[in-house]
Structures are given as C-alpha cells and as structure tokens.
C-alpha cells in the first residue's frame, strides 16, 4: 500500500470535538497534516448541523490534511474517505456481503449505519483549497439509541475478538494516505470504480430527500463528478447532495 504521507499522530483521553481540535489546529497555518484519536468525545458533531452521539469503547478520529490538489476535487474527499474506512473495516474484520457504503460516506450494515464521516474545508480567496478535516465516527462496540434511526455496530455482525479503536484508526490512516494519493495523481476514475464495488448495489429503489425537493426512484451509481444518479418516472436526475433512504434488501438475494 502506498503510503507516502506523514502524519503527526495525536491521541487524548477526551476532547470536546476531534474536528473543532483540528480546525483549530489549522488555523495555526503550521501546515502538519494531523490523525487525531480520543476515547471520548464530550461534544461531537454529526453532519447537517445533527449532534453525533458516541458510546464509549467506539472510535472518535479527525485528520487535518493540506492538499496539493485543487479545490474542484473537493467533492472526491468524502468518497476517498468512505473507501478507507470500509477498506480498514474489511481488513480487520473481514468481509461481509452486506456491508456497503452509503452515498456518499456511511458506512451501513443490513441497512444500520455503523459510521459516519463529517468533512469539513476552508478555501482561501480566490479559490484555492487550504485544508480540509475528515472526521469519522464508527460504532464499535454499541450502537447508540436514537429515535428514528437505525444504528448498528461492528459487534452486530463480527464473531471473532473487536480490533482496537487505535488499531482501526491506525489502519484507517494507512488507507487514506494511499486513497489521498491517487486524487492527488488525478485517479478520479478509479476512485469512481473502486467507490461503486463497495457502494450501495445499482437497481435500489431510493427516496432522496435534496434541499425541500424529494425524488423516489431507481439507483443508477454515480457519474464522473461523484453525483448520485437517479432514475425517476420522468428524467434521470443528477443529484450532488442530499440524504438518501433505501428499504433494504440483501446482496445475496
């Protein structure tokens, strides 16, 4: 695995937010790219402004990265995230034919979401790309309990002995360092590729919730700029951004 990127590694005993650590650790414009790791997170952030709830034993991890790219591959970030992460997964704990990615970065298991990924980004005038920080929970061990949402967690469906929050973050930087890499060498097909082996299987029937529209359809992947594809009734729409909820069905059946 190509892993040519430094790190400077940082674990804590408790923080209020991995990623308001590394925000403001950028702010310092000391440019180290940052893996930070804490046991406990006493005010984490989730992603459309939710609160992240996190049981302890499960995994708080934010990176800080400077990037030679620029700031037109800012929407390939949330995709090399989620391939990391499902590729560290999978290596520790093995595969499982229904564990997929989730447009654009859960991390989801018989339809529970196990892992979510909050990116975050400054751009400097007139449009360079800074930094950005990639902030992932993942459920380890328990699974949170929240109204109207299915959560899950690795011990739902891993028999053999739980890999460590260290171990899992270690092996999730490795695989972020060779994902960053190949943006960084405009392998944006590839990435496209490898995303939709470990994506959401083609042919769900979705509803996609975008701003105040919603859009029930066929899924179709995604294009060359990483956009949901949709096939409704009327057009096939090119969506990029929104929450999207599928009724689960097995990759076996």
Not at 179 to 189: A, F, K, T, V
Not at 196 to 222: A, D, F, M
């Amino acid at each position: 695995m190509d892993n040519k990127i430094t790190w400077q590694v940082e674990h804590y005993p408790t923080l209020p937010s991995t990623n308001d650590y590394c925000i403001e650790q950028a702010r310092l414009k000391e440019k180290i790219n940052l893996a930070v790791l804490t046991d406990s997170q006493t005010a984490p952030r989730g992603s459309r402004g939710r609160e992240w709830v996190e049981p302890t034993g499960n995994l708080a991890l934010s990176f800080l990265y400077w990037p030679s790219f620029s700031v037109e591959k800012i929407g390939w970030v949330p995709f090399i995230s989620s391939l990391a992460l499902f590729d560290a997964v999978t290596e520790l704990c093995g595969t499982y034919s229904d564990l997929y990615i989730k447009w654009p970065n859960d991390l989801l298991f018989q339809n529970k979401k196990i892992a979510g990924i909050l990116i975050e980004s400054h751009v400097e005038y007139p449009n360079v790309l800074e930094w950005f920080v990639i902030g992932i929970g993942l459920n380890i061990c328990s699974a949170p309990m929240v109204e109207g949402r299915e959560l899950g967690c690795l011990r739902d469906f891993v028999s053999d002995e739980l890999p460590s929050p260290l171990l899992i973050a270690d092996k999730i930087r490795q695989y972020l360092s060779y994902w960053i890499s190949r943006l960084d060498q405009g392998q944006e097909q590839f990435i496209r590729e490898s995303w939709l082996q470990k994506g959401l299987p083609l042919g769900r029937s979705l509803t996609v919730t975008s701003g105040n529209e919603k859009y029930i359809g066929i899924y179709k992947g995604i294009d060359e700029k990483g956009f949901l594809l949709l096939q409704t009734e009327t057009s096939l729409k090119h969506l990029s951004a929104g929450e999207l909820f599928c009724l689960y069905e097995s990759r076996n059946e």
